[in-house]
């Protein structure tokens, strides 16, 4: 937690502001509920940012599993409620599999280039080791995928592009997909940055202590990911010598009438003990050891972003350097170095504004995780506690009985 906090002063102090086919589009009915719990409740981010007024919900629930000739997949419910004009309905939920949600992220980093998209889980897992289809996997990939798209539906941008309307709403997103390639291609392409072989010659300080910043941070994350895995590896190792340990106990006191009693209070103590370390393992598992990668994906996608400035930096300072060169007066190549000079601005509000967004998000993230973890910690030694202490009495000398 300390290293957690001294990377959040350290940005503060150095940086300078900153089935075969998918079923979709069906309109909710509202006479069945969407999900177990209220739909307003479960989509509401734990802060109302600014006290702003949200007129855009979305979940990700449900996840079903589809096995035909050639794979098996899983698609995820997505459910909308909205009073934004842009929408025809109110409501709308489809299903979407991983494909659709990658295919989302591409669209949106070509189509807003100088913003920082939000990462998506990763896609591969190793074979054996995990199971893409287990309960637990899917889970946790969905819960992933619905912090991807609330992280966009929280964004004053992202929320807009035409791309994510599409997304949440289109009652055959592969039809889209085929149709709408070669314009939606052509749009990407015109707000792509290429900029060839050009050098960028230094960063501006802001953007020097972001990306120093970014890398400290990924450092940081991907030693406490490494240690956090290797005490969950042995906790479970610890775990399979409790389960052999505790029964020996047991076994023990049916050969001694006296002690049974006891014996047996330790063998249902050891019992307790291993069940809430197994509860405090799958915390670790199924809710730190997520957040930790995201936000591990998040750097590298903000490190792309700031790579994209520079490029389009490196561009401007090349085109005022072949003006400079120029004899002659061509209007033609001012204006380009103005729009290259506008890129260049825009580039720099939107990172910033993202960057701000992200350290406003990662606090409040990171705060949540930790208490979480500090009361997941506090909750497993006080089950053991209870264990030991509610055999205590059994371990006490009895006055014997004339």
Aim: aromatic share 8%; charged share 30%; with cysteine.
């Amino acid at each position: 937690m300390e290293v957690l906090l001294d990377l959040d002063l350290e940005w503060n102090s150095s940086r300078l502001k900153l089935d075969l086919s998918l079923p979709n589009g069906t309109p909710v009915d509202t006479s069945s509920p969407a999900s177990s719990s209220s739909l307003l409740n479960r989509l509401q981010l734990d802060d109302d940012l600014d006290g702003e007024t949200r007129d855009l919900f979305v979940t990700v629930d449900d996840p079903k599993k589809h096995v035909c000739t050639m794979e098996t997949y899983i698609t995820y419910r997505v459910t909308t409620k909205t009073t934004r004009a842009e929408f025809d309905l109110p409501e709308y939920s489809v299903r979407r599999r991983y494909q659709d949600f990658d295919w989302l992220r591409n669209k949106l980093e070509e189509s807003q280039p100088t913003h920082l998209i939000p990462p998506l889980p990763e896609k591969f897992v190793v074979k054996g080791v995990v199971d893409r289809f287990s309960e637990e996997f899917v889970e946790t990939r969905r819960k992933a995928l619905d912090k991807f798209l609330k992280r966009i539906t929280d964004h004053p941008v992202l929320s807009f592009n035409e791309h994510f309307s599409v997304f949440l709403t289109a009652k055959d997103l592969n039809a889209y997909k085929k149709q709408g390639m070669a314009l939606l291609s052509k749009m990407g392409e015109s707000v792509k940055y290429v900029t060839g072989g050009y050098k960028l010659r230094s960063r501006p300080l802001e953007f020097a202590a972001i990306g120093e910043y970014l890398d400290t941070f990924s450092l940081k994350l991907g030693t406490i990911d490494r240690i956090a895995q290797r005490i969950i590896k042995e906790q479970l190792e610890y775990l399979v010598e409790l389960r052999e340990y505790g029964p020996v106990y047991s076994t023990w006191g049916g050969l001694e009438v006296e002690l049974s009693e006891p014996l047996e209070g330790v063998s249902a103590c050891i019992g307790n003990c291993c069940t809430a370390l197994e509860e405090l393992s799958e915390d670790m598992t199924e809710d730190f050891l997520p957040v930790l990668r995201e936000y591990m994906l998040y750097s590298e996608s903000m490190k792309n972003v700031l790579k994209k400035r520079d490029q389009v930096q490196a561009e401007y300072e090349a085109k005022l350097e072949a003006v400079a060169l120029k004899k002659e007066d061509r209007p033609k190549v001012p204006t380009d170095v103005e729009k290259c000079q506008d890129r260049v601005e825009c580039f720099n509000a939107d990172l910033k504004a993202d960057m701000e967004r992200w350290q406003n998000n990662k606090r409040q993230d990171f705060r949540q995780l930790l208490m979480g973890m500090a009361d997941k910690n506090i909750q497993y030694y006080e089950k053991c506690l209870t264990a030991w202490e509610s055999i205590i009495p059994l371990l006490q000398d009895k006055p014997e009985t004339k």
